[in-house]
T-cell receptor, first 115, second 113 residues
Framework: AQKITQTQPGMFVQEKEAVTLDCTYD???????LFWYKQPSSGEMIFLIY??????QNATEGRYSLNFQKARKSANLVISASQLGDSAMYFC????????????FGQGTTLQVKP | EAGVTQFPSHSVIEKGQTVTLRCDPI?????LYWYRRVMGKEIKFLLH????????ESGMPNNRFLAERTGGTYSTLKVQPAELEDSGVYFC???????????FGSGTRLTVV
């Protein structure tokens, strides 16, 4: 079974608008971490935001926020006020358990910001 | 602070040859990870070092892949002999806290022809 699912292969958004990238996960471990990474065309993987399973509040980092709905096992990334530089591939990932460093990645979503 | 450095950035080799990829983690990061993305598929975990010890190598595809981290600093990933299906982008990441804070390198794009 897929542990991390990103159902949107590609998304478009108008510059300055907000966009939500979907991510659902599957785990029976009560302790886990959820990550979002951005991969621009240059290839590097850039860390955006982290949410721990026991965190009471949704994580926010500047224009990025994570809409964490634990009961639904979803961890959607919200990018506010999109910029042209946000065009990239976005990966959702999960660390399952507290004693592992292994990340499980989703398939990725390609975001295109239109001027 | 310097990031995670990987080289080469690109490598094209013939089937049956040997290739060695190198990763220099962020100084002081005990945890070092290797991941791979084969064309069109998810990024997959290969292995995890804590200092010089292999903590988890459950993702290594077969015994043609050998990873080392001598002295707990940089790491190498050797593929010998390379096969066509080994083509992909190999990422290295490091972290001080394994719960979060993974920093990835830019990856090595390996093409086996």
């Amino acid at each position: 079974a897929q542990k991390i699912t990103q159902t949107q292969p590609g998304m478009f958004v108008q510059e300055k608008e907000a966009v939500t990238l979907d991510c659902t996960y599957d785990t029976s471990d009560p302790s886990y971490g959820l990550f979002w990474y951005k991969q621009p065309s240059s290839g590097e993987m850039i860390f955006l935001i982290y949410q721990g399973s026991y965190d009471q509040q949704n994580a926010t980092e500047g224009r990025y926020s994570l809409n964490f709905q634990k009961a639904r096992k979803s961890a959607n990334l919200v990018i506010s006020a999109s910029q042209l530089g946000d065009s990239a591939m976005y990966f959702c990932a999960m660390r399952e358990g507290s004693n592992t460093g292994k990340l499980i990645f989703g398939q990725g979503t390609t975001l295109q910001v239109k001027p | 602070e310097a990031g995670v450095t990987q080289f080469p950035s690109h490598s094209v080799i013939e089937k049956g040859q040997t290739v060695t990829l190198r990763c220099d983690p962020i100084s002081g990061h005990d945890n070092l990870y290797w991941y791979r993305r084969v064309m069109g598929k998810e990024i997959k975990f290969l292995l995890h070092f804590v200092k010089e010890s292999k903590q988890d190598e459950s993702g290594m595809p077969n015994n043609r892949f050998l990873a080392e981290r001598t002295g707990g600093t940089y790491s190498t990933l050797k593929v010998q002999p390379a096969e066509l299906e080994d083509s992909g982008v190999y990422f290295c990441a490091s972290s001080q806290d394994r719960r979060r804070g993974y920093t990835f390198g830019s990856g090595t794009r390996l093409t086996v022809v």
